[in-house]
């Protein structure tokens, strides 16, 4: 996987939160920590729903769990569970494929990277790549990559369709994320040189023309451009004007 050098330029270009973020300023890209801080923006009325699950919340620690039939994942080594009871921001590029190529990851992982490198600040911070999830399941995640491996999933957290194969290391998202998570792969490789793997773009792109886009992806693309400036073109250019 490799950088373009189009996020040189984007880093060149685009204006980074690092101080005190306020509310109301002019559309710009963001540090994860202050893009974390926008997503009160985005997320609101019939988009506060969990991607993985579609789970109803209100606010990140009050996840409505009778609203999708949400079960945390039972492990007898497991004492507690306060991720299933908390709202994290998933990345769907996740920031181990985004980065771990990097000089700074490979001089210091992800931490290395957020604090000193621009490129993958604006990457790892980017709205259009970030979506709310029940923290338990962005764990399980982790760094797996998509797959679809069967049309009829056991379920692992109640009702929720998403399931996590661990000795295989890949993630089956429930169907009403895949096209989601297709186009957010498309913007990222489009618009940081985040490669796909042939595998993985046959599948999105099978999962783009099945899962088409809909008002409330075109609702969440308008109010990321008024908060970060840009849309998600493969969103944009299927959605009404």
Not at 81 to 95: D, F, G, L, M, Q
Not at 174 to 186: D, L
Request: charged content about 30%.
């Amino acid at each position: 996987m490799r950088l373009s050098a189009l996020p040189l330029l984007l880093a060149a270009c685009f204006s980074i939160a690092f101080a005190k973020v306020d509310p109301e300023a002019a559309p710009q890209h963001y540090n994860y920590r202050d893009a974390s801080k926008q997503m009160k923006r985005i997320y609101y009325g019939d988009l506060q729903e969990t991607l993985y699950c579609g789970c109803k919340y209100m606010d990140k620690k009050h996840i409505d769990f009778s609203s999708c039939d949400f079960k945390p994942r039972y492990n007898p080594k497991r004492k507690s569970n306060k991720r299933a009871e908390s709202i994290e921001w998933e990345h769907i590029v996740t920031a181990h494929n985004m980065g771990h190529f990097l000089p700074c990851w490979q001089e210091g992982g992800r931490k290395n990277c957020s604090a000193n490198d621009t490129t993958f600040k604006i990457m790892e911070g980017d709205l259009h790549n970030l979506y709310p999830a029940i923290g338990e399941v962005n764990g399980d995640r982790s760094n797996f990559m998509y797959s679809q491996w069967t049309n009829d999933p056991e379920p692992m957290y109640g009702g929720c369709k998403t399931i996590v194969d661990f000795k295989l290391k890949k993630a089956q998202p429930r169907e009403e994320a895949r096209g989601i998570i297709a186009r957010a792969s498309f913007y990222m490789e489009k618009t940081y040189g985040v490669k796909l793997s042939n595998q993985d773009r046959k599948l999105f792109e099978a999962w783009d023309k099945m899962y088409p886009v809909t008002e409330k992806e075109c609702e969440r693309d308008r109010r990321i451009f008024k908060v970060q400036g840009d849309h998600n073109p493969f969103v944009y250019e299927k959605c009404p004007h």
